[in-house]
C-alpha cells in the first residue's frame, strides 16, 4: 500500500502560468516532507521542502503548501518556465526513521509548453 | 565538487550473475542509502546506513547485499541478478541534521 501517493502522472501547463502538483500521504507519523525534481538520465534533485509545525514554505518561484488534517501537500510553481519540464516526486519522512530513509510518490511529469 | 558519485552507469547482466555497484561520497555524510527506481512506482529504498559499519534493510531488501567499511563507500552487491531486479538504481547520502537527501546519477541496470 503506497503511503505517499501522487495521483497525476503528467500535467501540461503554458509558460508563465502556475503549475500545482499534488500529494497525499496515510501515515500520520509523517513530519517532514520533500520535494524532488528528476530531469532524464539524472538523479533527483532536492527542490524545496516543509515541516509539519509549518503549512507554507516559499523559495523563489517554488512553494509547498501543507494540509495536515487531509494529509495533502501541494507544490506551487510560478511563473512556469520550459526549463521547468522534468518529473517532480513528493517524499516524506518520519522521526522513527531518524531521517535516514525517504518514502517517495510515483511522481508528476511536468511540461510547460513554450 | 563530486557529490554523490555512482558506477557503473550502466550494466547488462545475465540472469544469475552477481555484481556489485559502486556509490562514494565526498560531503562527509553520515547516512547513505539505495534506492530503485521502477515505472510507475517512483523510488524505493533497498537499504541503508546510518555509519560505518551499521547497516539495515529498507522497503525491498531480498537479493541485495550491503557493508559499509567506510564513511564515503556504500556498495551494493546483486548476489545472484534476476530479471525482476532490472530498474534504475540510485544511492544517496544525507548528514544526521538534515533529511534532505543527495542523489548519484544512477545506474541503469538490465537483467536478461
Known amino acids: 500500500d503506497q503511503q505517499v501517493k501522487q495521483n497525476s502522472p503528467s500535467l501540461s501547463v503554458q509558460e508563465g502560468r502556475i503549475s500545482i502538483l499534488n500529494c497525499d500521504y496515510t501515515?500520520?507519523?509523517?513530519?517532514?516532507f520533500l520535494w524532488y525534481k528528476k530531469y532524464p538520465a539524472e538523479g533527483p534533485t532536492f527542490l524545496i521542502s516543509i515541516s509539519s509545525i509549518k503549512d507554507k514554505n516559499e523559495d523563489g518561484r517554488f512553494t509547498v503548501f501543507l494540509n495536515k488534517s487531509a494529509k495533502h501537500l501541494s507544490l506551487h510553481i510560478v511563473p512556469s518556465q520550459p526549463g521547468d519540464s522534468a518529473v517532480y516526486f513528493c517524499?516524506?519522512?518520519?522521526?522513527?526513521?531518524?531521517?535516514?530513509?525517504?518514502?517517495f510518490g510515483s511522481g508528476t511529469r511536468l511540461q510547460v509548453q513554450p | 565538487n563530486a557529490g554523490v558519485t555512482q558506477t557503473p552507469k550502466f550494466q547488462v547482466l545475465k540472469t544469475g550473475q552477481s555484481m556489485t555497484l559502486q556509490c562514494a561520497q565526498d560531503m562527509n555524510h553520515e547516512y547513505m542509502s539505495w534506492y530503485r527506481q521502477d515505472p510507475g512506482m517512483g523510488l524505493r529504498l533497498i537499504h541503508y546506513?546510518?555509519?560505518?559499519?551499521?547497516?539495515d534493510q529498507g522497503e525491498v531488501p531480498n537479493g541485495y547485499n550491503v557493508s559499509r567499511s567506510t564513511t564515503e563507500d556504500f556498495p551494493l552487491r546483486l548476489l545472484s541478478a534476476a530479471p525482476s531486479q532490472t530498474s534504475v538504481y540510485f544511492c544517496?547520502?544525507?548528514?544526521?541534521?538534515?533529511?534532505?537527501?543527495?542523489f548519484g546519477q544512477g545506474t541503469r541496470l538490465t537483467v536478461v
Open positions: 544517496a547520502s544525507s548528514s544526521r541534521s538534515q533529511a534532505e537527501a543527495f
Open positions: 517524499a516524506a519522512s518520519a522521526p522513527y526513521t531518524g531521517r535516514r530513509a525517504l518514502t
Open positions: 546506513s546510518v555509519g560505518a559499519g551499521i547497516t
Open positions: 501515515n500520520s507519523m509523517f513530519d517532514y
